[in-house]
């Protein structure tokens, strides 16, 4: 399916999406926390979108904002396109769980939690996956300084 | 009549016990947390980041010329494709287009590497489940490759080959030459692998029906490479989305539906048919040109987001970089195979015996520094 006919049938299901194809080669869509859970939902169940290979997911930090980056493919039409959300929230950054949609996620989503402090709501075993349990700050941040172990130029 | 009561006199009991993080059979440093009752499997959970370097965090840091040299480290046994994705992902970036020897080039040794990839994991699959012979044959055949890699570029395993532009070095004179005397050479040598380890009744009881994975899971889970191709999932990246001179070649993508340990282990030995199949297709068509085209000294790469997927030994490698038009990245995503092939030991594992666990973890192919990226 080509972008276009991607987005037109995604904006019928939640109107206020933002859609974008520049600086990119995927088609890009940037939903608001609240509603990402009820689009990824449809985006792996819908027959006509069927994503059902979560293939990347990767923690951004954008400078002020955090994020989550979620590349989907379907595995019967070959489609692909990147879900986009974001919080400006640096204290407390939550976003809904996508583990129950795609197994894959579980594991992600705690890389994602271990190094940029980004909580998922409902995920079953959220606790860091590579540092220890008393590290403290989170390293792949724009912000993270550990002057003993980097090497700043 | 009345019912006859057992008196089981034997109490179940769970405990947990410690396999790694030096164990022989978790090849690197991975440390598994079981719980078991008996020998039954009832949870396995992996315990990552024993050499976890932070290869990510290195990439914001360094040019786009260092980074190249940072994915060898990832998944050792693949490091030429590793090399390549990066290398495809920043001239993808900057339109570059590469010369077709270059990209021919490219695909010969990412095969010899996929290979040799592939040899070194039968050597040691046959030695976790019993079989020490394998290991020998194994690494006689994967010396032959090394020894082409070493006469290239100098290098037998991290051997950053591949730059931005093309390749550091033009081909060595002899490596047509040798490259089709190894081909030969493990055509001859393939039907003893079958003869030795496929064919051999207490290796297909060791791994027959063990650990299966679904085709459904294996799309949930992400898996990648042979563990997915096993369960029936037609996920070769060298198939739907071709690079370098991929889409110049025929090949089979091998593909079993069991989904089983024996099923991955056949996909793999398949694989290196087809793939010597490649080789061969490109071996005597290698074009005339330049070995390289010239780059900036500082690669700036345009303010956009860049994605690249390459198929390794082990599945899906994706290189993703958010640039903001400076000369270093403002992101780099490593999606390794080896992770989302791990997330999935616990679900296929549960239930077997330890002696199977180690079986399923051969099979997977996991390397750690590629988890630990």
Known sequence: ?153 | MEPIVVNNNFKSEEYFINMGPQHPATHGVLRLLLTIDGEIIKKVEPDLGYIHRSIEKMCERDSYQQIVHLTDRMDYLSSNINNEAVCLAIENALQLEVPERVKVIRTIIGELTRIASHTLWWGVMGMDVGAFTTFFYGFRDREMINDIFEETCGARLTMNYNMPGGLMFDIHPNFIKRTKEFVAHFKTKLPEYDALLTNNIIFQHRTKGVGILTKEDAISFGASGPVGRASGYSCDVRVHHPYSALDKVKFKEAMRTTGDTFARYEVRIEEMWESLSIIEQLIDNIPEGDYKVATNAVIKLPKGEFYQRVETARGELGVYIISTGTKNAHRVKFRSPGFSNLSLLNHISVGSKIGDLVAIMATLDLVIPDIDR
């Open chain 1, 1 to 153: 399916m080509t972008n276009e006919a991607l987005q037109n049938i995604i904006t019928t299901w939640i109107p206020e999406l933002e859609f974008s194809e520049a600086e990119s080669q995927f088609l890009n869509i940037t939903v608001k926390p609240e509603q990402l859970h009820e689009l990824m939902l449809q985006l792996k169940n819908n027959n006509e979108t069927k994503f059902d290979y979560l293939f990347c997911l990767s923690g951004v930090d954008w400078g002020t904002d955090l994020g989550v980056v979620y590349h989907l493919e379907s595995t019967d039409y070959r489609h692909t396109i990147v879900v986009k959300v974001k919080t400006a929230d640096r204290e407390n950054p939550t976003f809904d769980s996508v583990c129950d949609i795609w197994k894959t996620a579980e594991f992600h989503e705690r890389e994602v939690f271990d190094f940029f402090g980004i909580k998922f709501n409902n995920h079953p075993n959220l606790k860091r996956l590579f540092l220890t349990e008393d590290w403290s700050g989170f390293p792949l941040r724009k912000d993270y300084v550990d002057e003993i172990n980097m090497i700043v130029k």
